[in-house]
């Protein structure tokens, strides 16, 4: 049968303190999280624009014959 939570030892500046820790430690890691997505997301625009080079070579076509066939679009 499970138990309750043991309650901490901590007075209640320390539990403050403790907590306070714990908040600024999730900070540091969204801003991590925030900085992985920007350099994912800088990965895939860049992959996009790639695609997009890749197609303009494959077409064979000038610069102006492909531009607008993709503006007719």
């Known amino acids: 049968m499970p138990r ?3 309650k901490s030892n901590l007075n209640p500046t320390e539990e ?4 306070d820790q714990k908040i600024a430690d999730l900070q ?3 801003s991590d999280l925030k900085k992985q997505r920007k350099l994912v ?3 895939a625009d ?3 624009k790639q695609k997009i080079i890749d197609a303009f070579v494959a077409s ?3 610069v102006d014959e ?3 066939v993709v503006q007719s679009e």
């Open 4 to 6: 309750g939570r043991r």
């Open 16 to 19: 403050m303190q403790a907590i």
């Open 28 to 30: 540091e890691q969204i």
């Open 41 to 43: 997301a800088a990965k």
């Open 46 to 48: 860049e992959a996009a």
């Open 60 to 62: 064979g076509k000038s």
């Open 66 to 68: 492909f531009l607008a």
